[in-house]
């Protein structure tokens, strides 16, 4: 479960705050759409949740850690429980799709030949084994992102977290992203995509969270 209680998070030099008194429930193997416009706080909803900035004030649990009492020497091992998906594929030039995957598995060690049946049934599951051997330059952006979400559940992670993924997409690349996204959530994961593009998703089994339609970021920050 996943849980924010009264969260405000102020920026410095900032007048108002991005979140102000917010308060969520995430159950497990839920599928999220973090809907809003820029500016609303939707990335940093997913920064407070990878612990990269604390709250400012209020508490956020995640798979029953509390992330203001964690340390930066624990701060690691939490997050590989978390898989992430940017706006921006992140992928190493020179290393084929399979590599680039493969990188993200040796974190958690395991044989060759098990690191090998993990990446190819996940390819099988994404609908990408015609990616294997090709080269980040090679791809479109949306293999691109496909290959970035290959690599975000190489270490079975309990909740995945996608940031605006579908933003620099066609809107056929998209739906098809988003539909990876709720087969993902049908294993049993834990999905919360921040997108303003809730067209993509038309169709499909979520629950939106609609920052900015409660008053957030009215207050004032000290």
């Not at 709250?55 to 964690?70: C, F, P, Q, R």
């Not at 996940?122 to 293999?143: C, D, H, K, W």
């Not at 809107?171 to 921040?194: C, D, K, N, Y």
Request: glycine share 10%; net charge neutral.
């Amino acid at each position: 479960m996943i849980q924010f209680a009264h969260v405000t998070k102020c920026y410095e030099g900032e007048k108002e705050p991005v979140l102000e008194d917010f308060s969520v429930v995430i159950e497990d193997g839920e599928f999220i759409l973090l809907t809003g416009e820029s500016g609303v706080g939707k990335s940093s909803f997913i920064r407070l949740l990878l612990g990269e900035i604390p709250a400012t004030s209020g508490e956020i649990s995640v798979l029953e850690h509390k992330l203001g009492a964690l340390s930066h020497r624990q701060l690691p091992f939490y997050r590989r429980k978390l898989g992430v998906v940017f706006q921006e594929p992140r992928l190493i030039a020179g290393q084929t799709a399979y590599q680039n995957v493969e990188l993200a598995r040796r974190i958690v060690g395991g044989t060759k030949k098990e690191n090998r049946r993990v990446i190819t049934s996940l390819f099988v599951l994404l609908g990408i084994t015609n990616l294997y051997n090709r080269y980040p330059e090679e791809l479109s952006g949306g293999e691109r992102q496909k290959v970035c979400l290959a690599r975000a559940l190489v270490n079975f992670p309990a909740v995945l977290l996608a940031d605006e993924p579908t933003g620099n997409l066609s809107p056929w690349e998209s739906r098809e992203l988003m539909r990876l996204f709720e087969l993902v959530h049908r294993q049993g994961i834990t999905v919360i995509v921040a997108t303003h593009d809730k067209e993509s998703a038309r169709g499909l089994a979520y629950r939106e969270i609609a920052l900015g339609d409660e008053g957030f970021g009215i207050g004032q920050c000290p």
